[in-house]
């Protein structure tokens, strides 16, 4: 099984189009659309919707976004509990 050097998709070896280069690399593309897309048109993997690299580069900013969105939430309610706090503290006195 091969894989393909741009979308990511697992294929038989006898099909596709197996590329050599000069520097002795050698790059696999299932479809004449994948190497159009990385030889002809020179688009990055990570930025098309229907590639492997897409769909993790994507996971990894979404789990940092929800990080993120998780520690400001604990900080608004440490606040809240805070002002809460000295709230009832102001009222006893």
Known sequence: MAKCTFCG???DDYK???LMKNDGTSNYYCSMKCQKNHLK???DKRKIKWT???HTVREKRLAKEKERVEKV???KAE???GKKN???NDAKK
Do not use: Y
């Open 86 to 88: 000295s709230d009832k």
């Open 79 to 81: 606040k809240k509990a």
């Open 52 to 54: 492997e690299a897409f």
């Open 9 to 11: 998709k697992e294929q």
């Open 73 to 75: 939430r604990k900080e």
């Open 41 to 43: 048109l020179k688009r």
């Open 16 to 18: 596709g189009t197996f």
